[in-house]
Antibody, heavy 116, light 110 residues
Framework: EVQLVESGGGLVKPGESLRLSCVAS????????MNWVRQTPGKGLEWVSS????????YYGDSVRGRFTVSRDNANNSLYLQMSSLRAEDTAVYYC?????????WGQGTLVSVSS | QSALTQPASVSGSPAQSITISCTGT?????????VSWYQQYPGKAPKLLIY???KRPSGILNRFSGSKSGNTASLTISGLQAEDEADYYC??????????FGGGTKLTVL
């Protein structure tokens, strides 16, 4: 069974940084493109970032480009999202999801709250 | 990256069929056959229902079907059941290797 487990969420102040992690099991991680998607409380889904299976190609949504950095460690089946210069509007549940053209499997999410 | 347009809510009675629309543009829904649909229960992660416009992953019942015409994709749920009450989101691949989601539709089973 494919499983994705996110961690690293928490409460931070505006302008601070946070690093999210996602550990994968039950799949050939090194062959999987991966994504970060967030969901603001009570609202819809927003694509945040994607990274190719090799880690060579990285893509970002307009609202996070220049502040967030996606990376991966294929040796440890891990995906990361380094978030800096956090804003109140970044408050959301962050999901990691496997897939290239389709997000086939999702983790349970980790909550990031940005508030002074 | 403007969100795809979905109705905020739809409703139907058990055994009926409902259709949820998802309208985009020619740079997303209309430009690629990479439209997906997700089901989400409160407090849970989204679950893939439909991918590549009309394909069902293993384990998804054929009561769920997808289609596309021009810039609008649709999800149809037939034989509506109480457990279908959830939020539904569409998604499309778009230019510059990015993705866009719809605002979500709350399905109520009357």
């Amino acid at each position: 069974e494919v499983q994705l487990v996110e961690s690293g969420g928490g409460l931070v102040k505006p302008g601070e940084s946070l690093r999210l992690s996602c550990v994968a099991s039950g799949l050939i991680f090194s062959s999987s493109s991966m994504n970060w998607v967030r969901q603001t409380p009570g609202k819809g889904l927003e694509w945040v970032s994607s990274i190719s299976s090799s880690g060579f190609f990285m893509y970002y949504g307009d609202s996070v480009r220049g502040r967030f950095t996606v990376s991966r460690d294929n040796a440890n089946n891990s995906l990361y999202l380094q978030m800096s210069s956090l804003r109140a509007e970044d408050t959301a549940v962050y999901y990691c999801a496997r897939g290239g053209t389709t997000m086939t499997v999702w983790g349970q999410g980790t909550l990031v709250s940005v508030s002074s | 990256q403007s969100a795809l347009t979905q109705p905020a809510s739809v409703s139907g009675s058990p055994a009926q069929s409902i259709t949820i629309s998802c309208t985009g543009t020619n740079i997303d829904v209309g430009g690629y056959n990479y439209v997906s649909w997700y089901q989400q229960y409160p407090g849970k992660a989204p679950k893939l229902l439909i991918y590549d416009v009309s394909k069902r992953p293993s384990g998804i019942l054929n009561r769920f079907s997808g289609s596309k015409s021009g810039n609008t994709a649709s999800l149809t749920i037939s034989g509506l059941q109480a457990e279908d009450e959830a939020d539904y989101y569409c998604s499309s691949y778009t230019t510059n290797s990015s993705w866009v989601f719809g605002g979500g539709t709350k399905l109520t089973v009357l």
